[in-house]
Every structure is written in C-alpha cells, then in structure tokens.
C-alpha cells in the first residue's frame, strides 16, 4: 500500500505508460531508476503523525498542521 503525496517534474509523466494502468511503485519509479534519475523521499520522525486524508476537511487540517510547525523539507533522503 502506498499513502503518499508525489511532487513529480513534468518530465515524470513520459515514464508513465500510455497504452494501459500503470503503478507507480511498479513501473514509474523503477523506470525513472533505470533511466539514472533521482528520487527523493521523507521520512517521518518519530514524533511526527501520520494521517489517512480523504476529504477536503483532511487536507486543510494537514495543510494546517504543516504550516504551524514551519516545516522545511531539506532533510529528504535521495534513493537511487
């Protein structure tokens, strides 16, 4: 299972094939590996919390929290 949020460059979409469904962890993310790409992630620290985010009133409740820490994403680790 994945529950992310993927900040993707226009060019990422090229890696998605066009005559079928494709998953990102399957084919996209491999493909981008294969052809010598970076990708970078976040991981959560242990006194972050995790939400399962559904609904516009999800979204604005994390878009909330996020913004009162101030948080900077710098720390991401490369894969790949």
């Known amino acids: 299972m994945n529950a992310g949020i993927y900040i993707l460059e ?12 494709s998953d990102f962890g399957r084919d996209v993310f491999l493909a ?12 959560l620290s242990p006194g972050e919390r ?11 409740r994390t878009e909330r929290e996020i913004a009162s820490r101030d948080r900077h994403l710098s720390g991401g680790k490369r894969i790949g």
């Open 32 to 43: 981008l590996l294969a052809a010598g790409q970076a990708l970078y992630g976040y991981r």
């Open 50 to 60: 995790f939400w399962w985010s559904d609904t516009l009133e999800d979204l604005q």
């Open 10 to 21: 226009p060019e990422v979409l090229r890696h998605i094939p066009a005559n079928g469904p």
